[in-house]
């Protein structure tokens, strides 16, 4: 078994490449249009909580509409890392969970905060399709990626931060394994957890 320092080195380097490109070489380009990332590039300030769930909804939606109209064959799906399965993740995963993804995950850290334990065991038990999986330390990059398709990363912070983000519509094919990758690593690490546990999870201190 590897020890805990050992995850963490390896969680933090197979994306550090990614969140390097991302958050300083996209600065340095179009950012709306550079064929480095993806076909349409939006940058978040921190304070622009609407924008960012509003960005991600449409491209839920979007998703959901090419499924109907037989665009997409094979099931809608969502890959999320966070550093805690907080208010605005489960928002997401709800909306995705309502508009046809078959198959979500979610990796996290091993807190929440206790105002959300029993909103994730409800959330649990009402959509078989959300698998929700922890760490047995915070995760330091956190992204999703939208159906193999879009891209949506965070700056690096801590738990009582909030800060910019990126999203990438059409995300570049190269970029995206990046994450894809690292997603498929880190998540050989974190362990399931079931309705039931959750409500035994470790809340943050006040």
């Known amino acids: 078994m590897l020890n805990h320092s050992w995850i963490l ?35 978040f300030h921190s304070d622009e909580r609407y924008k960012k ?3 991600r909804f449409n491209i839920i939606e979007d998703l959901k509409n090419q ?21 605005n993740t489960q928002e997401i995963v709800k909306h995705a969970a309502n508009h046809n993804f078959r198959l979500i995950h979610i990796i ?16 649990l038990d009402r959509y078989n399709n959300v698998k929700y999986f922890i760490l047995p330390e915070r995760p330091t990059k956190h992204f999703m990626i ?12 801590r738990h009582t931060e909030s800060r910019g983000s990126v999203g990438i519509t059409k995300c570049n094919l190269k970029l995206l394994n990046i994450y894809n990758k690292a997603f ?21 201190k006040e």
């Open 146 to 157: 939208f159906n193999n398709t879009h891209l949506y990363v965070e700056k690096p912070h």
């Open 184 to 204: 498929e690593n880190i998540l050989a690490f974190a362990q399931p957890l079931t309705k039931e546990e959750v409500l035994n999870q470790q809340c943050y």
């Open 108 to 123: 996290s850290g091993p807190n929440i905060f206790c105002e959300d334990k029993t909103e994730i065991y409800t959330l």
């Open 9 to 43: 080195a390896i969680i933090g380097l197979t994306s550090l490449l990614a969140v390097f490109i991302l958050f300083k070489l996209v600065y340095k380009h179009n950012p709306h249009c550079n064929e480095h990332y993806g076909a349409d590039i939006v940058l």
């Open 67 to 87: 499924k109907t109209k037989e665009k997409i064959n094979d099931e809608l799906e969502l890959k999320v890392i966070v550093g805690e399965f907080s208010e």
């Open 53 to 55: 769930r509003v960005w």
